[in-house]
């Protein structure tokens, strides 16, 4: 992938089981994260964001949770299934800023065996 | 699909050339982004285009440049490609400015440029 020369983290996981991706972020701040999922080829794909005024968000079998005391953010994937298998990234927004710059983490490979 | 489109898919290229890469917005997205994505950097922020005007800029190299036009799609210009230039060139596209609250930014599916 295009990311293996970072070596990045790797989760691997059993078709069914729950999976936690885990970020840290640096600028205390950031005020909106997002998640973007990254299959071999493509783009990012959105996935879920949050607000810093919120500490967890649920979407349809994702949960994102945030603990700005720690500047970490987690993504929860329930029941993972084989097509979850990509790269995972977090990114982080400013606050206070004018312009839509995001910055991204280095992502985490995420691999489901059936 | 996200609805960016981006063309071409594949470039392969000469050191020392020069490339267009092309970007088109989903439908009512006034905003613009390039990103590249390359082995040793991760996805970085490039340039942000706002319904035609530069709205911010990250580690872009002078001799990258971009605009937006007014159908609002956008061309990334690369030149005096290196063998580093090397990576996948990405466009997201949002509502807005990008400022405050939540702008979510939906990505093309990328170029890949290969500098030889």
Known sequence: ?114 | DSGVTQTPKHLITATGQRVTLRCSPRSGDLSVYWYQQSLDQGLQFLIQYYNGEERAKGNILERFSAQQFPDLHSELNLSSLELGDSALYFCASSVGKGAGGKETQYFGPGTRLLVL
Not at chain 1, 21 to 33: G, H, L, M, R, T
Not at chain 1, 42 to 60: A, L, T, Y
Request: charged share 15%.
């Open chain 1, 1 to 114: 992938g295009e990311n293996v020369g970072l070596h990045l983290p790797t989760l691997s996981v059993q078709e069914g089981d729950n999976s936690i991706i885990n970020c840290a972020y640096s600028n205390s701040a950031s005020d909106y994260f997002i998640w973007y999922k990254q299959e071999s080829g493509k783009g990012p794909q959105f996935i879920i964001d949050i607000r810093s005024n919120m500490d967890k968000r649920q979407g349809q079998r994702v949960t994102v949770l945030l603990n700005k005391t720690v500047k970490h953010l987690s993504l929860q994937i329930a029941a993972t299934q084989p097509g979850d298998s990509a790269v995972y990234f977090c990114a982080e927004k400013g606050s206070g800023t004018s312009y839509g710059k995001l910055t991204f983490g280095q992502g985490t490979i995420l691999t489901v065996h059936p």
